[in-house]
């Protein structure tokens, strides 16, 4: 997770307000490399993904002014990327979306037999996920993959705790009725 | 499944879907920060110290005032014409600080508070001139509160130098400005 106390990500803030340029810089080395992995977990290619990402920090870097605290840092610049994101995929429909390619499961000292099922598994739920529709994707990719908690990824969406239990809700359902059809 | 079960799946795949970028991805963004990433709404240039002059008329009426006061001064309270000038110069300044007028008092402090910006201002362009990586918060802050830190910058020893609003310096640490920035933001969103 995150390894800035808030007192840092305050400091952070405060400069990047004021236009400074070498906190501009930091802010790209705390979050360039989650900004990439959230795009590339919502189904853009490796090339499009670092596009959406430059351009969210382009965003970000531009309406800096309108950011509260440190606190909502992570939030804010999930919500920039969010919206980069839905824009590309409103002007490229019928655009498919790509998974990322390969998985590093770690061995956890399982059998061979173990570790071929559980890989199966993860297998499953990673397609699960990428036939999510695009809002059910956003909330399962912002909650349990980008580690946002529920009120931070409610903002980063735009909506209201409330609704984005119930797409979670949802999504879970969808994913478990995926997996059960293909292990039938 | 159960959901348990699904949501310790999801965080996993979280941790074996993990995709490096390329090595050089980082600096290709950082190319891209602009020169200028928020532009000042008052400016530093000649227009807009012309501008902030032009509304000041109250601060400048002082300053030519207190600079007749202190010509008088250094010519020993005299002029060519006699001390009458020098006399109606402190009379005049004695009035304009005005002591009881409440009016007159606020307008003394925004002058003051003005005359502070101005100052900061100057500074802050000679520091960069000099080739310092000021940042420079006096577009963004309360400059009434003079414990607000108006700019700062690293010095050799790895300490920063900070000026605040009320043009105090003070030599900090890393970490006892990241509290005093800490600080700035939280009375901001108060």
């Known amino acids: 997770m995150n390894r800035y106390s808030q007192q840092r990500r305050d400091s952070l803030v405060a400069r990047l307000k004021a236009g400074n340029r070498a906190a501009a810089a930091e802010l790209v080395d705390i979050y360039y490399e989650r900004i990439y992995l959230f795009m590339r977990r919502l189904g853009h290619s490796r090339q499009v993904s670092e596009d959406l990402t430059q351009e969210s920090f382009f965003q970000a870097w531009q309406h800096i002014g309108r950011l509260r605290s440190g606190k909502a840092l992570n939030s804010w610049l999930h919500q920039i990327a969010a919206n980069a994101s839905r824009l590309h995929w409103r002007r490229n429909k019928g655009r498919k979306a790509v998974s990322i390619d390969g998985m590093d499961v770690p061995d956890n000292g399982k059998a061979e037999f173990d570790k071929v099922g559980h890989l199966e598994q993860l297998e499953q739920l990673k397609n699960g996920v990428a036939n999510l529709p695009m809002k059910l994707k956003e909330t399962v990719v912002l909650h349990y993959m980008q580690h946002l908690t529920i009120a931070e990824a409610a903002e980063a969406i735009g909506v209201r705790e409330g609704t984005f239990k119930s797409r979670l809700s949802r999504a879970l359902r969808a994913l478990r009725r995926q997996i059960a059809a293909e292990d039938r | ?190």
Do not use: C
């Open chain 2, 1 to 190: 499944m159960k959901e348990e079960k699904l949501e310790k799946l999801l965080n996993e795949l979280a941790d074996v879907t993990v995709e490096p970028s390329r090595p050089d991805f980082a600096d290709d963004i950082k190319q891209r920060i602009p020169h200028r990433l928020i532009p000042p709404r008052s400016g530093i240039d000649t227009v807009n110290i012309i501008i902030d002059l032009r509304v000041s008329k109250l601060a400048a009426a002082a300053a030519i005032i207190i600079t007749m006061v202190l010509w008088g001064s250094f010519l020993r309270g005299s002029d060519s014409i006699g001390d009458s000038l020098y006399k109606d110069g402190k009379k005049l300044v004695k009035d304009f600080l005005g002591a009881g007028n409440e009016e007159n008092k606020a307008l003394v402090a925004k002058s003051g508070y003005r005359h502070n910006m101005f100052l900061a201002k100057s500074r802050y362009q000679y520091l960069v001139q000099r080739g310092e990586d000021v940042t420079y918060y006096g577009d963004n802050i309360d400059p009434q509160d003079s414990n607000v830190v108006l700019m700062q910058w690293k010095l050799s020893d790895g300490n920063y130098k900070v000026i605040f609003a009320d043009l105090r310096e003070k030599t900090v640490s890393a970490e006892e400005l990241i509290e005093l920035q800490a600080r700035m933001l939280h009375e901001k969103t108060k």
